[in-house]
């Protein structure tokens, strides 16, 4: 079981790409899983509590400009990329609806995997993502009403209640066994963990894209090309910030590693829950397309590994511009 889920981690990106075409191939069997959506998420965010341990936030005190301007980046260049992004193309109704979603959520839940690979600051990247994740049932609402409020026949109460139930609460949880039973976690669920969340979330793209097979046949290639730019410019811009904030090399990776890479998976159950199946869509498309891409980063960056050196130097500088 531990060689499957070595395995399952190692070939991610293709069995994502595998799920949405049997979604394709078969609308009607996996067509109702897209209603299951929030409880897969549950458990998936409930693995990744199980990964995280206090000191993961000591970071925030270590290091607090890293992380601020990490998380920063997070909840300002994907959802200004998603609004922009979409006008470009010409979306309009739900699938806008969804690409504000996937830009407002936090980072994904593969990112920690994906910047261990392109050997950048895995540090960061647990803390970016675990804060991005508890602050989400405020900021995600926040930023999705003000995106898209004229469309949007939901309130701010039921988006938060919605993401705390499937994001917040486990992920507490998780954190709360890994806290009382670590030894236990760390023994006999650590290792199957990568398994579990690459099923669950090969398991949500192929139920979201076999209720949407339709518009993904004749609206994907639109949708593919929004996804496409919001995902490489959010790696673009997201390293790009941290260079210029005077990161050094593992952080600026990290950095636009958590930006580009987008908690799909909540995009989705929020789209599902509070609007329409095609909603999900893009959603769906860019679960696909995300780990692709940022498996082929981290393969690129792998062989060029980061000097401790300069990064020593550039973590120097940055904290002495902390306030």
């Given at each position: 079981?531990?060689?499957?889920?070595?395995?399952?981690?190692?070939?991610?990106?293709?069995?994502?790409?595998?799920?949405?075409?049997?979604?394709?191939?078969?609308?009607?069997?996996?067509?109702?899983?897209?209603?299951?959506?929030?409880?897969?998420?549950?458990?998936?965010?409930?693995?990744?509590?199980?990964?995280?341990?206090?000191s993961d936030f000591g970071l925030?005190?270590?290091?607090?400009?890293?992380?601020?301007?990490?998380?920063?980046?997070?909840?300002?260049?994907?959802?200004?990329?998603?609004?922009?992004?979409?006008?470009?193309?010409?979306?309009?109704?739900?699938?806008?609806?969804?690409?504000?979603?996937?830009?407002?959520?936090?980072?994904?839940?593969?990112?920690?995997?994906?910047?261990?690979?392109?050997?950048?600051?895995?540090?960061?990247?647990?803390?970016?993502?675990?804060?991005?994740?508890?602050?989400?049932?405020?900021?995600?609402?926040?930023?999705?009403?003000?995106?898209?409020?004229?469309?949007?026949?939901?309130?701010?109460?039921?988006?938060?209640?919605?993401?705390?139930?499937?994001?917040?609460?486990?992920?507490?949880?998780?954190?709360?066994?890994?806290?009382?039973?670590?030894?236990?976690?760390?023994?006999?669920?650590?290792?199957?963990l990568p398994l579990v969340s690459?099923?669950?979330?090969?398991?949500?793209?192929?139920?979201?894209?076999?209720?949407?097979?339709?518009?993904?046949?004749?609206?994907?290639?639109?949708?593919?090309?929004?996804?496409?730019?919001?995902?490489?410019?959010?790696?673009?811009?997201?390293?790009?910030?941290?260079?210029?904030?005077?990161?050094?090399?593992?952080?600026?990776?990290?950095?636009?590693?958590?930006?580009?890479?987008?908690?799909?998976?909540?995009?989705?159950?929020?789209?599902?829950?509070?609007?329409?199946?095609?909603?999900?869509?893009?959603?769906?498309?860019?679960?696909?397309?995300?780990?692709?891409?940022?498996?082929?980063?981290?393969?690129?960056?792998?062989?060029?590994?980061?000097?401790?050196?300069?990064?020593?130097?550039?973590?120097?500088?940055?904290?002495?511009?902390?306030?």
């Open positions: 079981m531990r060689r499957v889920a070595e395995l399952a981690g190692q070939w991610f990106a293709v069995l994502v790409v595998l799920g949405g075409v049997a979604g394709l191939l078969a609308p009607t069997a996996l067509a109702p899983i897209a209603s299951q959506i929030p409880l897969f998420l549950g458990i998936i965010m409930f693995g990744m509590g199980l990964t995280l341990r206090g925030v005190l270590r290091r607090p400009w890293a992380v601020l301007l990490g998380v920063v980046c997070q909840y300002t260049i994907m959802p200004l990329l998603a609004w922009a992004i979409g006008h470009l193309v010409g979306l309009e109704g739900a699938a806008m609806i969804g690409m504000i979603l996937v830009g407002a959520a936090p980072g994904g839940t593969a990112s920690n995997v994906i910047v261990y690979l392109a050997k950048g600051d895995t540090a960061l990247s647990v803390t970016l993502t675990a804060v991005s994740t508890l602050l989400a049932p405020l900021l995600t609402p926040a930023i999705v009403l003000w995106l898209a409020g004229t469309e949007l026949d939901v309130t701010y109460g039921s988006l938060v209640t919605s993401i705390a139930q499937v994001v917040l609460f486990p992920v507490l949880a998780g954190l709360l066994v890994r806290t009382f039973a670590g030894g236990l976690v760390e023994r006999y669920m650590l290792p199957y690459v099923a669950g979330i090969v398991v949500v793209v192929a139920g979201i894209v076999a209720a949407n097979a339709d518009a993904v046949l004749s609206t994907g290639l639109l949708l593919a090309l929004a996804v496409i730019l919001h995902n490489g410019l959010g790696l673009a811009l997201g390293y790009g910030a941290a260079r210029v904030g005077r990161l050094g090399e593992g952080a600026s990776r990290a950095v636009s590693v958590e930006v580009g890479m987008q908690n799909s998976g909540l995009a989705a159950s929020l789209a599902t829950t509070h609007f329409t199946p095609e909603a999900a869509l893009p959603a769906a498309l860019f679960s696909v397309w995300h780990n692709v891409s940022g498996s082929v980063l981290a393969s690129f960056w792998a062989r060029r590994p980061v000097a401790p050196e300069g990064d020593r130097r550039a973590a120097a500088e940055a904290s002495s511009l902390q306030p």
